[in-house]
Nanobody, 124 residues
């Protein structure tokens, strides 16, 4: 399963950006799609995630500013980021969790794949 992320870049504080991630390849199903970020010297943290049941989870620091949306038919997930702050500066990584193909129509083993990461820089 390959992930292709796009978007990101340099923006002034208060600005907006959109990140997109597309999953391709052979797999049975996707359980969740989400975005994480990692700033220099900090641990990777969850930004937002959406499941195939429609549940959404956001980090407290981005709630009400970021919105995650998923197109299940296209296997894509977008992160709309508004009111960006300098502390949002980080490498953003797409993550997809699902199941590979098993025998017949059954799911096989699970997978959790990461995209290549895209830099988001917010200037003050």
């Amino acid at each position: 399963v390959q992930l292709q992320a796009s978007g990101g870049g340099l923006v002034q504080a208060g600005g907006s950006l959109r990140l997109s991630c597309a999953a391709s390849g052979s797999f049975h199903s996707i359980s969740s799609m989400g975005w994480y970020r990692q700033a220099p010297g900090k641990e990777r943290e969850l930004v937002a995630r959406t499941t195939n049941l429609g549940d959404q989870e956001y980090a407290a620091s981005v709630k009400d500013r970021f919105t995650i949306s998923r197109d299940s038919a296209k296997n894509t997930v977008d992160l709309h980021m508004n009111s960006l702050k300098p502390e949002d500066t980080a490498v953003y990584l797409c993550n997809v969790v699902g199941f590979l193909r098993g025998k017949g129509w059954s799911p096989g083993r699970s997978f959790s794949n990461w995209g290549q990461g895209t830099q988001v820089t917010v200037s003050s």
